[in-house]
């Protein structure tokens, strides 16, 4: 069943990229997409003294759901997946600070923030998590998460999913992202 699954999610998978305005980083092994975007939360201010405020420019980062799945597929390992996932976003980083220095807007890029359930580690590759304050987009990204969550937790119930990866905003300033992944 998951096979299927996957399929159709590759078949849908560039049509998401393309109405998403998302590029891929150019390096091999990379995990991440990315746009600009103008936040539209409130205001955050991170531990380096970034304070984000409303319409500020940031890079938006999208893991490669599509591709993680595909090569995650037959590791039943919670572990290993987690250090895999961790790997390619350690490789995926110097990249995406080199997409924001040679961006035509990279003086006004103040960070990049994510969205996502998967934050245990985030922490340790310079990212800070801030829960998600509005309930009702809180109750929409959890349950968008889901059919990632169900496709690449094996052994997990939608009640244990729901409960247990609470989906969490990640941010990191370009300042951060330039002293810990600059080449």
């Known amino acids: 069943m998951r096979s299927y699954v996957l399929t159709v999610w590759n078949f849908l998978d560039p049509i998401y990229y393309f109405f998403n305005r998302l590029q891929c980083l150019p390096c091999k092994g990379n995990i991440l997409r990315v746009r600009l975007t103008k936040y539209k939360g409130r205001e955050i201010m991170l531990s380096d003294g970034t304070t984000i405020n409303r319409n500020d420019f940031l890079v938006k980062i999208h893991l490669h759901n599509a591709k ?9 390992s919670e572990l290993r997946r987690a250090k895999m996932i961790y790997r390619g976003m350690q490789n995926s980083l110097p990249e995406l600070e080199k997409f924001i220095r ?10 990049i923030i ?10 340790r590759l310079g ?3 801030f829960d998600i304050s509005h309930p009702l987009y809180r109750l929409f990204k959890t349950f968008a998460f889901l059919p990632i969550e169900l496709l690449s937790n094996h052994n997990l119930s939608i009640k244990e999913i729901v409960k247990n990866h609470k989906p969490s905003y990640l941010f990191m300033s370009t ?3 330039t002293e810990r992944y600059r080449k």
């Open 127 to 129: 990212f800070e998590v």
């Open 102 to 111: 040679r961006h035509p807007r990279k003086e006004e890029i103040k960070g």
């Open 175 to 177: 300042n951060m992202l």
């Open 114 to 123: 994510g969205i996502t359930s998967l934050n245990k580690a985030s922490t």
């Open 68 to 76: 993680l799945l595909y090569e995650l597929k037959e590791i039943k």
